[in-house]
């Protein structure tokens, strides 16, 4: 056999990818030209951007500007933890209706289709509603986020309990124990490390969330952020920035260490 027929042998070409990518290629020129996106439009953006940077150095430490971001960020912090308590706890029965190897296929379908429509919406837009529910402030910012938190959770969660063991499962039931036995004795020591994982990472997520619910009325420091960029006050965007930042990259770092000691 020669060195090409076995080359066509070993490494059959596969078409179908290859008219995917073909077609994915054609229809991202066409969204392109569709879209309004040029050279130009870039080069002007960029020439913007370096302006707005321009006015936006050196940050603006003045002590009154500091106590409003302060308080600000406080309030984000705090929005962030009570949405990810709050949504976490919901999370749990709700993930473990979800998991096909627990429930019935009615229970287990029916909790996905209440996961899947949690999901549908940015927590920006669910703040909107719930702006328009209950008002502005804070309150509105930690339902928002309590919603999207059990979206991700939950769904999560549920593939985690679908991935357990069952010899360890079925040897509690074995024993006769009652369900919320097995769940104790035979589930959560299978997913605890994962589950604390994700509300860890949620929690991070919410935090960085939390500015964004602001800027609709949701609380937080998104309300000064917006207000000071509506004024124009960029030097005071740019402090909100960099103390959102390292809030993110300190909050990385607890996380870290507390996936590493329940792992």
Request: aromatic residues 12%; without cysteine; glycine residues 8%.
């Amino acid at each position: 056999m020669s060195a090409s027929s076995l080359a066509r042998t070993a490494f059959p070409a596969d078409w179908t990818k290859r008219f995917v990518w073909i077609g994915l290629a054609i229809y991202t020129v066409y969204a392109i030209s569709t879209l309004d996106i040029d050279g130009a439009r870039i080069a002007r953006g960029m020439a913007n951007a370096a302006r707005l940077f321009d006015r936006m150095f050196p940050p603006n430490l003045q002590p009154d500007k500091l106590a409003l971001i302060k308080d600000g960020m406080i309030e984000s912090i705090q929005i962030a933890i009570l949405a990810t308590f709050a949504g976490v706890f919901l999370s749990l029965p709700m993930g473990l209706a979800a998991a096909r190897n627990l429930s019935p296929p009615w229970v287990s379908w029916s909790a996905r289709a209440i996961i899947a429509v949690l999901r549908s919406f940015h927590p920006v837009i669910v703040a909107i509603l719930f702006v328009k529910a209950v008002g502005f402030g804070a309150l509105a910012g930690i339902l928002a986020l309590i919603v999207s938190t059990i979206g991700f959770v939950s769904k999560l969660f549920a593939e985690v309990v679908e991935e357990i063991s069952a010899k360890q499962v079925e040897a509690v039931r074995a024993t006769g124990a009652s369900f919320f036995a097995v769940l104790i004795f035979g589930v959560f020591p299978q997913v605890m490390a994962r589950f604390v994982g994700l509300t860890v990472y949620q929690f991070d997520s919410n935090l960085r969330n939390s500015t964004m619910v602001g800027i609709v009325g949701g609380g937080g420091i998104g309300a000064p952020l917006f207000t000071a960029y509506q004024r124009f006050d960029y030097d005071v965007v740019l402090t909100i920035l960099l103390i959102i930042i390292g809030l993110i990259m300190i909050a990385e770092f607890v996380s870290a260490r507390i996936r590493r000691i329940f792992q």
